[in-house]
């Protein structure tokens, strides 16, 4: 399952607030906490949450098959 743009979003506000006011533990809606062993670790999840919100905006472009005829 993955996740919505609006969580991913969140969860880098979140990461991203811990990480500056410098706890290296977040708690999410569901309660479940992860604890960061270092700075760099928590970087790296930012990084990671970053990508996937780019990836998440990105638009996959289709591929369009034109089929014309005189009308006969």
């Known amino acids: 399952m993955a996740a919505s743009l609006a969580q991913l979003i969140a969860w880098r506000e979140a990461l ?8 290296f533990s977040v708690t999410d ?3 479940e906490r ?3 062993k270092s700075d760099a670790e928590m970087a790296r999840a930012l990084a ?3 990508s996937m919100i780019a ?3 990105r638009t ?3 591929t ?3 089929q014309t ?3 006969l």
């Open 16 to 23: 991203f607030e811990s990480r500056m006011s410098g706890v």
């Open 29 to 31: 809606q569901n309660g």
């Open 34 to 36: 992860v604890t960061y």
């Open 48 to 50: 990671a949450v970053e």
């Open 55 to 57: 990836a998440a905006g």
């Open 60 to 62: 996959r472009t289709g």
């Open 64 to 66: 369009f098959r034109v």
């Open 69 to 71: 005829s005189k009308g």
